[in-house]
């Protein structure tokens, strides 16, 4: 069975241990702690290198070092040992989530209250160079109380690499920038921009894998999945479905995250506290709702799909619970016991045997 060290990231002091490292072993199911990083205020979202020697942290705040905006950091990961290599400002406010381009040499931050998408290039030892571009975006939403302007929460590559998204989810809009690797800066390209309903508030996307034209858009304002085809000429949203089995005002998505097959969608609730699972259909790639599993904790902020394994890191209840996943069908059943961890927010792993 597969062996994995599982990452998580938290809401942290920086005088407090804020990343937390667990080995997994895929018989058990058991989280073991290994080790744990102080030093980082609030490392909220993490990116792993495909190796999992380098580790990006975001550090979610509205100030760094005495002027305003949060920062980025990058840490060596090695066999026994964390270490911190260097940070850098993002000079935009509460970054909330980092993206890594392995094959550019990049890191994006995505700053969430300022609504800004900061890019850094990468020096030879993984640590990070100046931040070569900022984007801020402007523009504001019908929800006065979380749209009164932008707010950056997600960036991801394109499987076409030939550029990046990012979703606002003030502006209900996720937007594309072409990126030039030799000069490190971002190009609005607006004729690819993808538009949603007014007042959805997209948080965070997937493709599926294997096809670089079918996107899932998670909106956390509305608790709604997004089915999207991004074509050559404009995109078209094939599918929009709720995420709850019953309309609740009080919750709000946050993951969404995909088997590596590409069969099942797997997307968190905070406040209905669950974890919807989708089936996709191989055909046209509409959802099709088969459960929704009480997430075992309060928040479920974050979710990890493991083959047969799924986590969940409830930031409200201090825990990362797991649940077995059936690989033909989807469904999820919960494993008995939980691990405690200080407000977790942000899951990432590496296999390791």
Not at 12 to 32: K, V
Not at 115 to 142: A, I, T, V
Not at 182 to 210: A, C, N, W, Y
Request: contains cysteine.
């Amino acid at each position: 069975m597969m062996e994995y060290r599982i990452y998580a990231g938290t809401y942290a002091g920086a005088d407090e241990n804020g990343i937390f490292r667990y080995r997994m072993d895929g018989n058990s199911q058991i989280l073991e702690r290994e080790l744990a990083l102080p030093g980082i205020s609030n490392p909220s979202y993490l990116a792993l290198s495909q190796n999992g020697t380098m580790m990006y942290a975001v550090m979610e705040d509205m100030e760094y070092h005495g002027k305003a905006g949060g920062g980025v950091c990058a840490i060596k990961c090695r066999e026994n040992s964390l270490e911190i290599l260097n940070s850098r400002g993002t000079t935009g406010t509460l970054p909330c989530h980092v993206t890594l381009d392995e094959e550019a040499g990049v890191i994006y931050a995505a700053n969430y209250m300022s609504g800004s998408l900061s890019m850094f290039p990468l020096m030879p030892d993984g640590s990070l160079g100046e931040m070569s571009d900022c984007r801020q975006h402007k523009g504001k939403g019908p929800n006065t109380l979380r749209q009164e302007g932008p707010h950056v929460h997600f960036s991801g590559l394109s499987p076409e690499k030939d550029g990046i998204w990012c979703v606002d989810l003030g502006l209900d809009c996720i937007l594309f920038y072409g990126i030039d690797v030799h000069t490190m800066t971002l190009s609005h390209r607006p004729e690819r921009d993808i538009m949603l309903p007014k007042g959805t508030g997209p948080r965070h996307f997937v493709f599926q894998p294997g096809n670089a034209h079918r996107m899932y858009v998670v909106c956390e304002l509305s608790s709604e999945v997004f089915a999207v085809n991004i074509l050559k000429e404009g995109c078209q949203i094939l599918q929009r479905i709720s995420s709850l089995s019953a309309p609740n005002d009080k919750s709000s998505c946050a993951a969404i995250k995909c088997s590596e097959d590409g069969r099942f969608l797997y997307v968190s609730n905070r406040g209905d506290d669950s974890i919807a699972v989708f089936r996709i259909d191989p055909k046209n790639g509409l959802l099709h709702l088969v459960q929704i599993e009480k997430a075992g904790g309060r928040t479920p902020r974050d979710i990890l799909v493991l083959k047969d394994m799924i986590l969940s890191a409830n930031q409200d209840s201090n825990t990362i619970t797991c649940f077995y996943r059936n690989e033909d069908t989807g469904i999820l059943t919960r494993r008995m016991g939980e691990t405690f961890c200080h407000a977790p927010v942000c899951l990432t792993a590496v296999p390791t045997a």
